[in-house]
């Protein structure tokens, strides 16, 4: 965690924490769901694509919840 928070602060000033997340995140996501795009398997593309969805879902809840779109990073 302490270098995600380095990594936060190096950040353009004026983004926020909701944003830095989403970036870092969602860049993971879709790699993910890239490969997952390469399996001939429907159920197994099905099953990754769903999780992914939750898991962006469950992000945007958090970020939404905690106000993190309101934090920017450089007053970490």
């Known amino acids: 965690m302490a270098n995600n928070l ?6 353009l000033p004026g ?3 909701g944003d830095a997340l989403r970036q870092e995140i969602l ?3 879709r790699q993910i769901l890239a490969k997952a795009n390469e ?15 939750d898991a962006v879902t469950g992000l945007e809840d ?10 920017e990073t450089s007053k970490l």
Do not use: F, W
Request: aromatic share 2%.
């Open 6 to 11: 380095a990594i936060m602060r190096t950040l």
């Open 62 to 71: 958090l970020i939404e919840q905690y106000g993190l779109d309101k934090a």
């Open 39 to 53: 399996l001939e398997d429907t159920q197994s593309r099905l099953l990754i694509q769903s999780s992914c969805l």
């Open 27 to 29: 860049g993971n996501v």
């Open 15 to 17: 983004i926020t924490v």
